[in-house]
């Protein structure tokens, strides 16, 4: 079975540091790689994802990714946190099979704390 | 455009009751998926349904789960009985097909007596 796995539980920075978030998955096929973000009192939201094309993948509010294949890694990235960035953040990947996604797979999360 | 709406937020029950879970998807969205997420750990799929179709349930635990999408847009999950295990939020979320990214309700927290 696919697993996600994301380095750290909880991480606290102050505001202006750079963040990088490891995540690391097991499956050797075609992925489709995303990160969704949960700030406090709110629902899942997509930060960023990754189908194909350039490995370097741009989403919301600053954030960015980065899918280095050889390392089944898709680490995020944030050269200057905020304060309004203190939220939980869940890597997910599927699996595609004979063209489709199959079941996507979360990581446990890593919790974010910004102190201002 | 309006998102995922789940009810209730919060359910208490006792062990062995039974429980039901509504989700109303995105309009347009063909596919929804049910998650349960332990405090501590990332949504889990439990069931994904294509219209009113099952697509994956392999870790839906069928002695006691139930779900269905009768129309093809809103679905229930029930539990019955529930276990002190049980306790989670339940996610919905849904998309336009399987291989575009899930938009998710705000959840139905479930806590076992």
């Known amino acids: 079975a696919q697993s996600v796995s994301q380095h750290n539980h909880h991480v606290i920075l102050s505001e202006a540091a750079s963040l990088e978030l490891g995540c690391n998955y097991s499956?050797?096929?075609?992925?489709?790689l995303f990160w969704y973000v949960q700030y406090p009192g709110q629902h899942l939201q997509l930060l960023l994802k990754y189908f194909s094309g350039d490995p370097l993948v741009k989403g919301i509010k600053g954030f960015e990714a980065e899918f280095i294949k050889s390392k089944f890694s898709f680490n995020l990235r944030k050269p200057s946190v905020q304060w309004s960035d203190t939220a939980e953040y869940f890597c997910a990947v599927n699996q595609i099979s004979s063209g489709s996604a199959r079941q996507l797979t979360f990581g446990s999360g890593t919790q974010l704390t910004v102190l201002p | 455009e309006a998102g995922v709406a789940q009810s209730p937020r919060y359910k208490i029950i006792e062990k062995r009751q039974s429980v039901a879970f509504w989700c109303n998807p995105i309009?347009?969205?063909?596919?929804l998926y049910w998650y349960q997420q332990i405090l501590g750990q990332g949504p889990k799929l439990l069931i994904q349904?294509?219209?009113?179709?099952?697509?994956?349930d392999s870790q839906l635990p069928k002695d006691r789960f139930s779900a269905e999408r009768l129309k093809g847009v809103d679905s229930t999950l029930k539990i019955q009985p529930a276990k002190l295990e049980d306790s989670a939020v339940y996610l919905c979320?849904?998309?336009?097909?399987?291989?575009?990214?899930?938009?998710f309700g705000d959840g139905t927290r479930l806590s076992i007596l």
């Open positions: 979320a849904s998309s336009t097909d399987s291989n575009q990214p899930q938009h």
């Open positions: 499956y050797g096929g075609t992925v489709n």
């Open positions: 309009s347009g969205h063909a596919t």
């Open positions: 349904f294509q219209n009113n179709g099952v697509v994956d």
